[in-house]
T-cell receptor, first 112, second 116 residues
Framework: EDQVTQSPEALRLQEGESSSLNCSYT??????LFWYRQDPGKGPEFLFTLYSAGEEKEKERLKATLTKKESFLHITAPKPEDSATYLC?????????????FGTGTLLAVQP | DGGITQSPKYLFRKEGQNVTLSCEQNLNHDAMYWYRQDPGQGLRLIYYSQIVNDFQKGDIAEGYSVSREKKESFPLTVTSAQKNPTAFYLC???????????????FGAGSRLTVL
């Protein structure tokens, strides 16, 4: 069964305390893995797409990496404005739906 | 600026009433989607549309209906047949696929529906 699991469910960091969020996936052929950021009461905002194992992408304090079974979102020296829910989603190869399978997200709180 | 506009942001409904959520995009995207978000669950696909006058059921289409008469618009009707309609509804759009076939979605700000 296709599945996306994110951990931890919630994470509290002090400002400047680096950490990583995990997204484990099981799909029969990966077309792309996506990271989104969602602020309370708002729609998700696109961060990264990763296509193949070994790929890395960076944006400010965020760095996303991909292996054949999981992806990590590394947050370096976070600031309070990085507080949000981070969503991971995968798109599998084949089929006509282009459907994304979403994880339940990691709620990140960065305290000053 | 290009984007997706959802309205209303908050909506209250009495049991037995149908309600329609609006979604308009000016990104010239071909595909549009409706997702439902509940606490502790991942986003779940309700309906999607690849082109005008065509749409497909997602994973949880029961109790919902859509139309796609214009490229820019994809309204969602939550009918009285939907047993548990209280949720946060998200509309999204995309080019059908990028150079690698992946599907980057752009989301609207969401509509929160509460059944009284």
């Amino acid at each position: 069964e296709d599945q996306v699991t994110q951990s931890p469910e919630a994470l509290r960091l002090q400002e400047g305390e680096s950490s990583s969020l995990n997204c484990s996936y099981t799909v029969s052929g990966l077309r792309g893995l996506f990271w989104y950021r969602q602020d309370p009461g708002k729609g998700p905002e696109f961060l990264f797409t990763l296509y193949s194992a070994g790929e890395e992408k960076e944006k400010e304090r965020l760095k996303a990496t991909l292996t054949k079974k999981e992806s990590f979102l590394h947050i370096t020296a976070p600031k309070p404005e990085d507080s949000a829910t981070y969503l991971c989603a995968v798109q599998k190869r084949g089929g006509a739906t282009n459907k994304l399978i979403f994880g339940t997200g990691t709620l990140l709180a960065v305290q000053p | 600026d290009g984007g997706i506009t959802q309205s209303p942001k908050y909506l209250f409904r009495k049991e037995g009433q149908n309600v329609t959520l609006s979604c308009e995009q000016n990104l010239n995207h071909d595909a549009m989607y409706w997702y439902r978000q509940d606490p502790g669950q991942g986003l779940r696909l309700i309906y999607y549309s690849q082109i005008v006058n065509d749409f497909q059921k997602g994973d949880i289409a029961e109790g919902y209906s859509v139309s796609r008469e214009k490229k820019e618009s994809f309204p969602l009707t939550v009918t009285s047949a939907q047993k548990n309609p209280t949720a946060f509804y998200l509309c999204a759009s995309s080019r059908w696929a990028d150079h690698s076939g992946a599907n980057v979605l752009t989301f609207g700000a969401g509509s929160r529906l509460t059944v009284l």
